[in-house]
């Protein structure tokens, strides 16, 4: 743990051992009422998010004004390689990150790397339910978290140990090629679900099954 952890740990020991016994339980019980408050909102705003299978619905190729129907094209295919294959895995990285200090918040004895390793796997089956299925994905992603937080509620002395925290977070630079690999992953995930979306498009594969779930 880096020095300014410790001492950050340091002070909050301090601060809690000075109050009374009634006033330690009220600092403790506000801490957990305020990691699964902000645990609860992350998750009932970003679900929808990460659960979406065009997650930023910029459409760039709005901003293509070229005539020429050769540029039309390059410039059309540029612009979908940006926000599908670049923008949306970094922010669906960054939404890995996000979940992956929220488990730590409420893990009870996981390691950093394993924490990853299971963030990661819930982002992928997430996104790649996406492309089957919205509603599945939105399940996925509603679903998980909050069993995680109902299960880490039911043992409350092990949600919120601020030392444990810290030291926690100070490690996540130590798996540095650990978090690399999960980026290529992502990037690479979606990129296999954009090609086989895109010739199911072709296909006509995708209509089909919008009618099917009309009808």
Known sequence: MSSSSTGLVMAYKTF?????????????????????????????????????????????????????????????????????????????????????????????????????LISAAIIGAIRLASYYKEDLSKELAKFLPFTMLAVSVLNPGSVFSFEKILGQLNEIPDFLTQITSYLLFIIALEIVLRFFDFIFSLLGLEEDEKDKEEE
């Open 16 to 116: 809690v051992s000075i109050l009374p016994s009634w006033a330690q339980n009220f600092v403790g019980i506000f801490l957990l009422v305020l990691v699964i408050f902000v645990y609860a909102l992350i998750i009932w705003h970003g679900y929808r998010f990460i659960a979406k299978k065009n997650i930023l619905g910029l459409n760039l190729n709005k901003y293509n004004k070229s005539n020429h129907p050769f540029f039309v094209k390059i410039i059309a295919a540029l612009f979908y390689f940006l926000e599908y294959l670049i923008i949306s895995p970094i922010i669906i990285f960054i939404s890995f990150m996000v979940f992956t200090i929220l488990i730590i918040f409420l893990n009870e004895g996981l390691e950093v790397g394993v924490i990853l």
